[in-house]
């Protein structure tokens, strides 16, 4: 068991410098080199659990799409809005999944690999059609429809912050996005329920995070800036 646990940590080691090196050189000039570099490993050990690059950038994908920190909620709607908030907060603090992002807006890697935007179009079409079949979404409303704009709203609105000189809080702007979507798809009695503040995705991470602690379980990934934030 040891043993296990010893290689599956070793292959988080490799996936997440790979992760760090897309992000900061995006995936035709990083290399395996300066992936090794990040880690201190041998080449051999990293041989054993990724035979190429491409397949080091595959399972940087293969870890995109994740609802970790979710929580049940009484509105299925809730929990559509909290997927997309958790997302904002995770992804600036945790490379694996910035880079991600990065590999998707690559043409060479985009051709290589395709995205996970189809995933969370599923992900999102399927919570919002529950949330119809609630009575929580107007009847009018196409669950896949929506979800694939609303996909296509939030990878944009990542870009563009990101891009900024003085970049925005990704979170506070994607509650900005949450506000001017959900009028046009809830009914009104939910609508004046739904929270979609920016500071919920912390906090329900922070309640996961204990969570598995008491458990006894992997809390997950330190972010960027400080203490552990969630995976």
């Not at 909290?82 to 999944?97: I, N, T």
Request: hydrophobic letters at 45%; charged letters at 25%.
């Amino acid at each position: 068991m040891a043993r296990q646990d010893r290689a599956i940590r070793t292959r988080r080691l490799f996936l997440e410098a790979a992760a760090e090196v897309f992000n900061e050189c995006g995936y035709d000039a990083a290399s395996i080199s300066a992936i090794l570099d990040r880690t201190e490993l041998t080449r051999g050990a990293l041989y054993f659990h990724f035979t190429s690059k491409e397949e080091l950038a595959r399972g940087v994908l293969a870890e995109a799409v994740t609802s970790e920190g979710l929580v049940p909620q009484t509105l299925k709607l809730q929990e559509w809005v909290d997927v997309g908030l958790l997302l904002a907060y995770r992804l600036p603090r945790e490379p694996m999944l910035s880079a991600s992002i990065r590999l998707a807006v690559d043409p060479k890697a985009r051709g290589l690999f395709g995205t996970r935007w189809p995933d969370w179009i599923v992900l999102g079409g399927d919570m919002i059609a529950e949330a119809r079949a609630r009575g929580e979404v107007h009847a009018h409303v196409d669950p896949v429809a929506t979800s694939r704009l609303f996909v296509g709203a939030w990878t944009g609105v990542q870009l563009v912050s990101g891009s900024l000189e003085e970049s925005p809080e990704l979170v506070d702007e994607i509650a900005s996005l949450l506000e001017l979507v959900l009028p046009s798809i809830a009914v009104p009695g939910i609508l004046a329920r739904l929270d979609t503040s920016s500071g919920r995705a912390e906090r329900l991470l922070a309640a996961s995070r204990a969570a598995a602690e008491g458990r006894g379980e992997d809390p997950g990934p330190r972010s960027a800036d400080g203490p552990p934030k969630g995976r």
